[in-house]
């Protein structure tokens, strides 16, 4: 009779134990976060866009964190269809979307870093996944500024040149003024004969 009981015992913690794996099971698989892909290269004032398609239970809260070398900070948190929070840092340059997507426009290069979502849902479990962001200068406005430098220099040698041009006209013709000047006055010159 012991043994009977022993034995119900174990067929219970087996029942517990299945249970409580299947619970656990159904909680991990109760978030789902794809990425197309988690390494981006922008360049300087373009957007970037990182995509993620998020399915939970209920309710998602969807939170985006920014990491570099130096800082760490949240860019926001969203519920669709309930509330967004986005950073002062990020206001004017955020997109939030209801799939967990992210918009972020106007790159500067301390853009650059590691951007994480994470989505929670309504038991409190939680997921995440990270995107590396590269952000380029660009070289097209150095060349910019080279011309245009370029442009305004050959622009102000040209103005010096027709300047010295016309100041040598001037010379001239004060100088060949006083050569006229300083001519007697009686043009009548007689010639000896010989």
Not at 63 to 86: C, E, H, K, L, Y
Not at 158 to 174: E, S, V
Request: aromatic fraction near 10%; charged fraction near 20%.
């Amino acid at each position: 009779m012991l043994m009977l009981h022993y034995r119900l015992w174990d067929v219970h913690d087996a029942a517990v134990l299945l249970c409580f794996t299947l619970y656990m099971c159904h909680l991990a698989g109760a978030i789902s976060i794809q990425s197309s892909q988690q390494g981006l290269t922008r360049s300087v004032q373009e957007d970037v866009f990182f995509s993620v398609a998020v399915a939970c239970n209920g309710t998602p809260t969807i939170q985006w964190t920014f990491m570099s070398s130096s800082v760490s900070r949240d860019v926001g948190t969203w519920r669709p269809g309930a509330f967004t929070n986005i950073t002062a840092d990020y206001s004017s340059r955020v997109e939030a979307h209801d799939n967990g997507s992210m918009g972020l426009s106007d790159l500067r290069l301390q853009d650059a870093g590691y951007y994480m979502v994470t989505i929670t849902d309504e038991m409190g479990s939680s997921k995440d996944v990270g995107f590396v962001l590269k952000v380029n200068e660009v070289l097209y406005e150095d060349l910019q500024y080279l011309s245009v430098s370029a442009l305004a220099l050959a622009c102000l040698a040209g103005l010096l040149m027709l300047t010295m041009w016309l100041l040598d006209k001037a010379y001239r013709k004060i100088v060949a003024w006083k050569r006229r000047k300083q001519m007697p006055e009686n043009d009548a010159t007689e010639l000896q004969p010989l």
